[in-house]
Structures are given as structure tokens and as C-alpha cells.
């Protein structure tokens, strides 16, 4: 049995073959260049068979291939909504990608879903079963495993916690994607560096605020040291509703934030159930921009795991 | 098999045999009378076999015991913390009353582990399988199922959510309790009002500040009006993150501030996901002061049922 994972991002495909203790054997990336709808689907079952031939694997051996995209994988339905793909508004990707690939068995899931995979199956937190990540990029999302079980809620959307409340009254700005993430994302500490400084072209995105920060820059410190206060806020209380054993850090922005870890952890300890957090390391994600792609390799794993055992 | 569950308060214990429904067939109550250690857990033994004596049930006949501890129940090594009860630092409750007890199996779970069960098998969240109990009382704690399990983290302090951080700067004040409870408790709303007011003796609970609200005094509605605005907040966060079909309000608190539920979600729709509150009820807990006790009685069928599918 052969497992492959793929990782769908919002500008290119990243698929590799996996060996069975979760290694990457062979792996290629190609851009998504624009494509919409079942183009995208076209793309991956291509590269899915790329791979193979690569490989020498025959058309006919069976295969498990696990994706990760960046949306909601209704577990019901089998369909994909995924913001920044065009027609993916409830795309039947597991259907396409089944019928295209002779002999395959296919799982998809949400890219935080496979963040935690990763992180708990090949990464820093390898071998717990109480974990929380954090993904801290564009946007802000977390991956939350509590007894080796990922969470998903009654429609796959657990984790949103972009949305966290922190701080009151709430006001129009945080509407569009919540509180935490309008404060503490990438696109969110740059737009709060722009609105600060008046200044809409300096601050193109976050790692300028991060380089200004470096330079002693007034406006960075102000931005970066209220992001710190979030995401030790936001940290505290996924360790007090969670008590899990690790929170990991990850997504672009740690990235230049990891620095400020000890930091983050410091802002936890005042707020957190204080047991839970004694309790809870914080560590920077090991695996970085392959996250999604080890944990898309995980899924197919775990899925061959759970077939064998039948 | 017999079912028995047993609620420890902080002041009485409650005990009940429960038909296969999850009915109370009969019930007890005692009080603590300031009762100790191993003392407590005779006075649980006794009370059982009162009940099974009453009901003319042979002490050979198979039973299963659920106990709800106002506490920490540790489920590897079965000891109990419970801060209320003097000498329940490490108290190895299961042992004691599957000693006491012949032909006994015995379950200990902590309060809020037993408020989700009895309101997902007995009370208003029947059948759902993903629900948030918000306990408000003298303090605050969530009991939280997912897909059908109940949450408990990595050492059984999930859901300690008398700790969320909702409002920087952090100060010493919430260093007892956490934000959330320090305002929003029972405890916290008549401190809060104590402060405001600068009246040591006015307020002594927080029925007394909900009576003042009622009667339009500024103190009352400032801190009431907090209180809602934290509720709808917290609430938000927990919908944001586990994606539940249902937040169920309950504890002592609510209570009195069932009336504001029409409020707090309202509060709550401004901050969560958007998507995700759309999908979830708020409904104040139908089972009252019973919710520890049905739990309890629900730990036990559970446990059998477990046993009968073996």
C-alpha cells in the first residue's frame, strides 16, 4: 500500500510519497498559475500520477492519498469549501481525485487538521496525545488533538480561533475576520502598522513590521508588543480549556516571531489556569512550510493503519 | 446490574438510584456537617447502603457507583482533589468505596464532567453530541463534549474556563481565580459590586446585586452589564472553538440571569464565527440543581452499558 499526501496552498501544489514511518521519499511541487475549480482537481490527480510513474508504482497497486487544503472538509459530505480556490465552494474533491486514480483510497481534511497531524505524528510533539497548534500566518487558526483524537466539531469548523475575543467593546474592524486575527496575523499586524503610522505604503506586510521592530521603529513596537499580549492571552486560554501537554507555534509569522517565545509564554503564565500551564511547553513548529504536506502524509497513513487493523 | 449516583457538594451529598432510563428511582440527601478525609467517603458508603437497604436490594447484587466530586478527578491513578473538602488533596475515593461497598464498580468523575453528561443524556441538550455546559456559580467551569466524549485534557483539568483571558491588562486581582471567574462568577459579580460601590456590607452575593439591577441602581447594572458582555465573549470563544451544536447555561447564577440569554447571545454573534454561531442554541440548563446528580447517575449507565457491550 502506498501513501501519498498533498499539500493544496493558495498559490501551488505540494505532493510527496511517503515512506511508512512517515518520511518523505520523493516530492514535487507545481503552481497552481491561476487555475479554478475542477482544474485544480485536474492538477492534483496529474501530479498524484506523476509521482507514481516516477516511482515505477503500477497504475494498479493500491494507494491512500491523503490532502490537505486550505478550507473546511465536511466529513459528511465529502466536499471541500475552500476560500481561495475559485468554484470550491463545495467541491466534491474526494470523488474527483477517487474516480481519477485507479485503485486509490482518498482522505481529505483541513489544513489545520494536518497541521496537528504533522506536529504530533513526525514533529515537535511526536508521540503526544494533548496538543494545541497554533497557526499564525495570513490568518490565524489552531489544530487542537486532545487523546490522540483531532478535534473537528459538528461541522468541521472547531479551531476558528481567529475569532477569539480579547479584548471588549467589539468594534465594525473585526468583523470581516475576527478580533485575534484583525490584531495578531500576518496580514492583521501589518494593516494595524499602516492604520498606526497613517503611512499606507510602508508596511507592506508583516516581516516589514518585524525588520522596523529591529530598528527600534515606535509604531513596530507598539504593534508587535500588543500581538505579544494576544497571542499570550490566546495561549493561556487554549491551555485552560485544553489542558494539553504542548502548544507549537507555527505558520508564517513564526517564522520572525519564535523570538518572542519566552515572551509569549510569560504573557500565558499570568492568565492561564495555573496547574495547566506548568503543565504545557511552548515550542516553534519543527517542520515549518511542511507542515501541511507531513500531515497530509499522516492522514494516509493513519488510514492505511486503520485498515490493516480490520 | 443496580445504578447509583452519588453528588458531593460542598456542604451535602446527594444520592439516587436510577432506573435504565436515566430516571431517578429514589434519592437522599445528607449533609457534611463539616465532616473530613475518609470521614466524607464513609458518609458516601453509608448513604448507598441506606439507599440499596430502602430499596430492598441484596448487598451481593452488582451495582455501579458514579460519584461527581466538586474537584479534580485523576483518571490514572483514581485520586481526588477537591479544594472544599479538607484532606481531599490526593483522597483515593474509587478504592475506598469499592472496598466499603461488596459487588461495587465505582466511577469518580469531576462536577463538570458529570453537568455535560446529565444535560446531554437527561436534560436539554438530549442526543446532541457536541456541547458546551457553562457552569456559573460561585465559580465558573465548562463541562465540554465532542463527538459524543467528554473533554478532560492531559490530567483532567480541561475546561478551567474561570481562567479566560478576555480583557488586558493582566493584574494582580485575577491571580486567585482568573479574569473570567474575578468578574463574572457568583463571587466575582458581588466583589465586583463591593469595589464599585465602595460598600463592604451591601453586597453579600450575587442575588443581592442581580435585586439592586432590578431596581435600576448604577452599581448593579455597571457590573451586570460586564458580566454580560464577558458571558457573551467567553461564550463566542467556545463556539469559535469547538464548533458545538449547543451552549448549555447553568450553575447558581443561572439562575437569575437566565434573563439575560436573549443578551449574551446576542453578544456572543458579534464575536464568534460567523458561521459557527449561526449553528448553535443557547439554552439554560433544565436541570438545575440536579445536573451533578443526574451526571452521576449517567456515569453509571454509561459504565454499564460499556460492560454490557463486552
Known amino acids: 500500500m502506498q501513501a501519498i499526501g498533498i499539500d493544496l496552498g493558495g498559490t501551488k501544489l505540494h505532493a510527496a510519497l511517503f515512506s511508512d514511518s512517515g518520511e518523505i521519499i520523493t516530492d514535487r511541487t507545481v503552481l497552481l498559475e491561476g487555475r479554478m475549480g475542477s482544474r485544480v482537481a485536474e492538477l492534483i490527480a496529474g501530479l498524484c500520477v506523476t509521482l507514481l510513474e516516477e516511482s515505477n508504482i503500477s497504475p494498479d497497486e493500491e494507494k491512500t492519498i491523503g490532502i490537505c487544503v486550505p478550507g473546511i472538509a465536511d466529513n459528511l459530505t465529502h466536499r471541500v469549501w475552500a476560500p481561495n480556490i475559485p468554484g470550491w465552494n463545495s467541491f466534491p474533491l474526494k470523488q474527483f481525485i477517487t474516480d481519477a486514480i485507479p485503485a486509490s483510497e482518498v482522505i481529505v481534511a483541513s489544513d489545520r487538521t494536518c497541521y496537528i497531524l504533522g506536529e504530533t505524528g513526525m514533529g515537535v510533539a511526536k508521540g503526544l496525545s494533548h496538543v494545541v497548534y497554533m497557526s499564525v500566518g495570513t490568518g490565524i487558526g489552531a489544530g487542537i488533538m486532545t487523546e490522540g483524537r483531532v478535534l473537528h466539531g459538528s461541522a468541521d469548523i472547531a479551531g476558528a480561533i481567529g475569532w477569539l475575543a480579547l479584548q471588549p467593546p467589539y468594534v465594525e474592524e473585526y468583523s470581516n475576520s475576527g478580533y485575534f486575527?484583525?490584531?495578531?496575523?500576518?496580514?492583521?499586524?501589518?494593516?494595524?502598522?499602516?492604520?498606526?503610522?497613517?503611512?499606507?505604503a510602508v508596511y507592506p506586510d508583516s516581516r516589514s513590521v518585524f525588520e522596523a521592530y529591529e530598528?527600534?521603529?515606535?509604531?513596530a513596537l507598539r504593534v508587535i508588543d500588543k500581538a505579544v499580549e494576544l497571542w499570550g492571552m490566546a495561549s493561556a486560554n487554549m491551555v485552560s480549556i485544553f489542558n494539553p501537554k504542548m502548544v507549537v507555534w507555527g505558520g508564517g509569522v513564526f517564522g520572525p516571531a519564535v523570538r518572542f517565545l519566552d515572551r509569549i509564554y510569560y504573557e500565558a503564565c499570568k492568565w492561564a489556569q495555573p496547574i495547566s500551564i506548568?503543565?504545557?511547553?511552548?515550542?516553534?513548529?519543527?517542520?515549518?512550510?511542511?507542515?501541511g504536506?507531513?500531515?497530509?502524509?499522516?492522514l494516509a497513513l493513519n488510514a492505511i493503519k486503520t485498515y490493516e487493523k480490520q
Not at 186 to 193: D, E, L, N, R, S
Request: glycine share 18%; proline share 2%.
Open 278 to 291: 506548568r503543565q504545557c511547553r511552548f515550542e516553534a513548529s519543527g517542520l515549518g512550510q511542511n507542515a
Open 293 to 298: 504536506l507531513i500531515g497530509a502524509g499522516q
Open 215 to 219: 530598528r527600534g521603529n515606535t509604531v
Open 181 to 200: 486575527e484583525t490584531c495578531a496575523s500576518g496580514t492583521g499586524i501589518a494593516a494595524q502598522a499602516r492604520k498606526l503610522s497613517g503611512q499606507p
